[in-house]
């Protein structure tokens, strides 16, 4: 019992990360159905700068965790938003009404561009980052095991739960989120409308990487370590959380990430961490034969 | 023409402005992990000259594309002596990327008037037909010299070893081809029947001691076999969540094979594995009890190179396979098919062909093709783990497809030679060479949607097409 809620903490912590950037495939996809294969990478590049963030906040003499947080947040939020804004802008943007699989080629040019960018100008190796937050709380003790939930772990739910809710804020009640739903429905009327399309697709992407940064954040402060290649797996997971949740989704995106994070914690905890991997992909692929429209999600029609 | 320079400017400053926010963190801020802890290794100095390169290139840009021919051809050229100047930057890259520039102000400059050149030369009836043959004759020249090159001169170790390997990637494009390029069905894990092939022909040759020419047609069977099964509940996604899926595959095998030691030995690999034989002839120095070297079969002197040379013309071989096969099959009712399912899957539902099942072949062909390769890899390496078989070598194969335009066969070839063979001439490229890829991907995808070589006839056409207007 004890093991079990100690992993279920665990798996929420996790799946908190996976949710918000499941968040950023989920909305570029409902606004202009494509796989955004890089997503996983910006994920990277926010912690990357994350890390150096935290760097400088030891260099300017910042002690106190949560002036850092707060800072670091910030600067990877608008960095980072700034690789989405420009990715958009110069390798999808030329491609609407190129032929189909164009954006999805792109984007994974993108994604390869991306990963061996950061190897070339920060080195290969994993990059160890110090622990800015520590301690925690024992919530009970059974079985001689200590069930423990860090200040990290309840930084991370409640940052992920307060960055939700005010997304889904914007969607719902924002100039800008009516747009993004109407573009979303059909983007050509949306246009007779008066919306900017582009901006509006602008913004989305710009909205996806911001929450990918704090992801990628939070991914740093709790693992500790971050290297050029963690957007791939990361990126997958995500995506499979976005997928199983509801593509399209934004309540699905982070109930698939809560589950995929359940799965993997579980599985790793109980079965064989080797295959915790296997147990996500495989879950993507059972997912997208036999429902392929998610938990969440609605049925979609194939336009001709 | 009215040239509003203010406008010019300010654009090209907000192009740096953004390039200096990109760079600001990633590359301004280096972080280095000497003994304890990270430190900083700034590079605000090249950031900088790289904002300042980029400020020009775009001024530069804009220039040409407004007609400015002599202000931006001497930008151009600016840049370029600079960058090709014995000026002491602070790194080679800097160089490079300052010379780049340049050159490619100079090209957007001339090239209104070489468009247009060629566009005259490909409308006469002379141009047209030259061009028809001239891609005939290119393409048996390059076949003939293919023969010919362990004859050559150049047949020394590298060389032959570097040859081997581009036919290797030229033979993983083609086959790569008929799943991309002909059925239009984005596959993001054609690694994994490469894998298939290569662990059939490792784990029949080291423990059961089959011989590659009897596991060969075996490894080739595997991957398709492997291809049905994964493409059967798979083929009837829509085109993106296809390309996901593979990759999942590609991945889950790649796990399996890591982890699964006693079938695979884990990641420590698997060593030993013979090479090709030569009608039972091994090519050693010494041949093992009962069997004869190749030199003693043919009565010439033993050289550490014919081993080479055979692998190489096996390859060849494969490879010449692959693509005739490619050529014929287009011709045929499947083939057509294939290709009417990449234009138009609904049209091809209505005319009655089932879709799942013609995706089914190419995607088994294309695995059959995959597996053979894979086989050719380990009998050529001798040694294989999973550490060959990750993500990244179905994304070097894909963008070979693509960068040599989807479809189009001498494209691959084309493709190979200049994704795999330039970056192993010229050693210092290798650390960018994954950045080329990424980068030629998405300008292939932009400006040449269709691939390098732009020209790809249908195969079949309803309406003969009229002599020019």
């Known amino acids: ?304 | 023409m009215g040239v509003r320079l203010p406008a010019l400017l300010k654009d090209s400053a907000l192009t740096a402005l953004m390039a200096a926010a990109l760079g600001l963190f990633i590359v301004g801020f280096q972080t280095r992990d000497i003994g304890k802890g990270l430190f900083f290794d700034y590079q605000f100095v090249d950031l900088g000259i790289a904002v300042v390169t980029i400020f020009f290139g775009r001024l530069g840009l804009h220039l040409a594309a407004m007609g400015l021919k002599w202000p931006s051809f001497a930008l151009g050229t600016v840049l370029g002596a600079i960058g090709a100047s014995p000026l002491r930057l602070p790194s080679t890259f800097l160089h490079w990327f300052v010379v780049i520039a340049g050159v490619l102000i100079i090209l957007r400059t001339i090239w209104p008037w070489a468009n247009a050149a060629l566009a005259t030369a490909r409308h006469s009836q002379r141009g047209k037909a030259m061009g028809q043959r001239g891609a005939k004759w290119f393409g048996v020249i390059l076949l003939i010299a293919a023969v010919l090159l362990p004859l050559s001169p150049f047949s020394n170790q590298k060389n032959m070893d570097l040859a081997v390997l581009i036919l290797t990637y030229v033979m993983l494009g083609w086959g790569l081809n008929i799943v991309v390029g002909l059925a239009g069905l984005l596959d993001l894990g054609y690694v994994a029947f490469y894998a298939v092939g290569a662990y059939s022909y490792a784990l029949l040759s080291t423990q059961y001691g089959l011989g590659f020419w009897a596991v060969l047609p075996l490894a080739g069977m595997f991957a398709a076999t492997f291809g049905l099964l994964l493409g059967f509940p798979v083929l009837r996604l829509r085109g993106d969540y296809l390309a996901i899926v593979t990759m999942g595959f590609g991945e889950i095998i790649r796990l399996v094979l890591l982890n699964w030691v006693d079938l695979s030995n884990g990641p420590a690999g698997i060593g030993g594995i013979p090479g090709p034989t030569f009608f039972g002839a091994v090519f050693a120095e010494t041949a093992p009890a009962g069997k004869q070297t190749f030199a003693q079969m043919m009565n010439i002197p033993f050289t550490a190179n014919q081993r080479l040379v055979y692998l190489y013309y096996i390859i060849l071989l494969l490879a010449l396979v692959t693509n005739f096969f490619t050529q014929r099959i287009r011709r045929l009712p499947v083939g057509r098919a294939w290709e009417a399912l990449r234009e138009d899957e609904t049209a091809c539902r209505a005319l009655g062909i089932n879709p799942t099942n013609t995706k089914l072949t190419a995607f088994a062909v294309g695995a059959m093709f995959a597996g053979f390769a894979g086989s050719f890899f380990a009998a050529k390496q001798r040694f294989i783990s999973p550490e060959s078989f990750t993500f990244i070598e179905s994304a070097i194969i894909l963008s070979i497809v693509v960068l040599g335009g989807m479809g189009s066969q001498i494209g691959v070839v084309l493709a190979a030679v200049l994704l795999i063979g330039l970056p192993e001439w010229f050693r210092d490229l290798g650390a960018y060479r994954m950045i080329v890829f990424g980068l030629a991907m998405v300008l292939i995808m932009v400006f040449r949607p269709r691939g390098l070589i732009a020209h790809r006839e249908p195969s079949v056409r309803l309406h003969p097409v009229r002599a020019g207007p």
């Open chain 1, 1 to 304: 019992m004890a093991y079990f809620t100690q992993q279920l903490i665990n798996a929420v912590t996790l799946g908190a990360i996976y949710g918000l950037i499941a968040i950023g495939y989920t909305m570029v996809y409902g606004i202009i159905g494509m796989i955004n294969f890089a997503h996983g990478d910006i994920f990277m590049i926010g912690a990357f700068i994350s890390l150096i963030g935290f760097m400088i906040c030891a260099l300017l003499g910042i002690s106190s965790a949560p002036a850092a947080i707060l800072f670091v947040l910030l600067l990877s939020m608008v960095f980072t938003a700034v690789y989405g804004w420009t990715i958009e802008r110069t390798a999808y943007r030329p491609l609407r009404g190129s032929f189909k699989l164009a954006p999805l080629i792109s984007a994974i040019g993108v994604s390869i561009l991306l990963e061996n960018y950061v190897q070339l100008a920060q080195g290969a190796r994993p990059k160890p980052a110090g622990s800015v937050v520590q301690g925690g709380y024992n919530l009970f003790s059974a079985d001689g095991f200590d069930v423990r939930v860090t200040w990290l772990q309840i930084i991370i739910v409640v940052v992920t739960v307060v960055l939700m809710a005010g997304f889904s804020w914007i969607i719902a009640a924002t100039p800008l989120g009516r747009q993004q739903r109407a573009c979303e429905q059909d983007m050509k009327m949306a246009a007779l409308l008066g919306v900017d399309v582009d901006r509006t697709i602008s913004l989305t992407f710009v909205m996806g990487s911001a929450l990918a940064a704090v992801a990628g954040m939070l991914f740093l402060m709790y693992y500790g370590v971050v290297d050029f290649f963690i957007g791939f797996l990361a990126g997958i997971k995500a995506f499979t959380a976005a997928v199983l949740g509801g593509i399209g989704s934004l309540p699905g995106a982070m109930l698939g990430g809560l589950l995929i994070g359940l799965i993997e914690v579980f599985w790793a905890g109980y079965f064989s961490s080797e295959y915790k991997d296997v147990a996500v992909f495989a879950i993507l692929v059972l997912v997208l034969i036999f429902r392929p429209t998610g938990l969440l999600g609605k049925p979609e029609i194939e336009k001709v």
